[in-house]
T-cell receptor
């Protein structure tokens, strides 16, 4: 059973702070890693993807991948109240038809 | 350009009835996926199409669920003899060629009474 684990939260940070979201996965055959943002009542929105070990930055977002430790993280710098949402980590597996296996998500609240 | 679209946005049906949910992927995307999401959970994979064929249907929970994509574009998810446990948000996603990022539609909220 391939699993993706996330702390369900809620994670609460003040406006302007760095929010750190973590995700671990069970299968070393994992290939690709995605972070989706989901506002309440809406569908998941892709915000970051990472395929290789290391860091990948896009604006205020940084994804970090460590395949040896089987974890992937998302850092949000200068957090804004509009970042308040549930963040879903998703993983694809080699030979797994590129289907996404999701964690349950971490609920982030950014307090003004 | 236009994103993934899904219809209807909401569907209420009675237990035992048949429903069809439609997905129109991003133009030019050959890969199409169906997921369903229950409250407080991440989306759960149902089926993956590459072109017209179902490349992976391992997530379909039982034989009441069926999906088609006859012309390699629009897909329909069909649920027979609906049960209350089928109530969820059904999400459709597409990707360019099945090897990269997936983009989700707005979902169909199915309620079985």
């Amino acid at each position: 059973q391939k699993e993706v684990e996330q702390n369900s939260g809620p994670l609460s940070v003040p406006e302007g702070a760095i929010a750190s979201l973590n995700c671990t996965y069970s299968d070393r055959g994992s290939q690709s890693f995605f972070w989706y943002r989901q506002y309440s009542g809406k569908s998941p929105e892709l915000i970051m993807f990472i395929y290789s070990n290391g860091d990948k930055e896009d604006g205020r977002f940084t994804a970090q991948l460590n395949k040896a430790s089987q974890y992937v993280s998302l850092l949000i710098r200068d957090s804004q109240p509009s970042d308040s949402a549930t963040y879903l980590c998703a993983v694809t597996y080699q030979g797994g038809s590129e289907k996404l296996v999701f964690g349950k998500g971490t609920k982030l609240t950014v307090n003004p | 350009g236009a994103g993934v679209s899904q219809t209807p946005s909401n569907k209420v049906t009675e237990k035992g009835k048949y429903v069809e949910l439609r997905c129109d992927p991003i133009s030019g995307h050959t890969a199409l996926y169906w997921y369903r999401q229950s409250l407080g959970q991440g989306p759960e994979f149902l089926i993956y199409f590459q072109g017209t064929g179902a490349a992976d249907d391992s997530g379909l929970p039982n034989d009441r669920f069926f999906a088609v994509r006859p012309e390699g574009s629009v897909s329909t998810l069909k649920i027979q003899r609906t049960e209350r446990g089928d109530s969820a948000v059904y999400l459709c996603a597409s990707s360019l060629d099945g090897t990269g990022e997936q983009y989700f539609g707005p979902g169909t909220r199915l309620t079985v009474t």
